[in-house]
C-alpha cells in the first residue's frame, strides 16, 4: 500500500501563486509516475500534470502549460507542483496521484492506483 498526504493548498488572488506538495508513504519502492489531477465543484475530475520516474519526463494540460511545474524528490519520496498565475478558473480540489504500472508521465487516470485525500485551491478574482 501507498499512502499520499497532500499540503500547501489555500485561497490565493488572481495572478498569484501556491506550492502543492504531495508526500508519499509506505511501499513507496513501487511507485513509479505520479500526478495532479483536479476536480471543480460539479464537474468532472481532470488532469493537470504528470512525472515520470525520471524528473526530467513531465507533461501538463493545455490549460496549465507554462504556469504550472512539476518537479519530484525520489529520495524524499515527494512531488510537488509550483502553480504561478494563478486563475479563478483554477479553483478546485486537487489530487495527488500514484502509479505503481508505469514510470512514465501519463495523463490517464485509470493508470494511477494510488490518490491522496484531496487539497482545495480557492483563486479569487
Known amino acids: 500500500q501507498v499512502q499520499l498526504v497532500e499540503s500547501g493548498g489555500g485561497l490565493v488572488q488572481a495572478g498569484g501563486s501556491l506550492r502543492l506538495s504531495c508526500a508519499a508513504s509506505g511501499r513507496t519502492v513501487s511507485v513509479y509516475a505520479m500526478g495532479w489531477f483536479r476536480q471543480a465543484l460539479g464537474k468532472e475530475r481532470e488532469f493537470v500534470a504528470a512525472i515520470g520516474w525520471s524528473a526530467d519526463n513531465t507533461m501538463t494540460s493545455h490549460s496549465v502549460k507554462g504556469r504550472f511545474t512539476l518537479s519530484r524528490d525520489n529520495a524524499k519520496n515527494t512531488v510537488s507542483l509550483q502553480m504561478n498565475n494563478l486563475r479563478p478558473e483554477d479553483t478546485a480540489v486537487y489530487y495527488c496521484?500514484?502509479?505503481?504500472?508505469?514510470?512514465?508521465?501519463?495523463?490517464?487516470?485509470?493508470?494511477?492506483?494510488?490518490w491522496g485525500q484531496g487539497t482545495q485551491v480557492t483563486v479569487s478574482s
Open positions: 496521484a500514484a502509479s505503481t504500472m508505469t514510470d512514465v508521465a501519463i495523463s490517464a487516470m485509470g493508470i494511477y492506483n494510488y
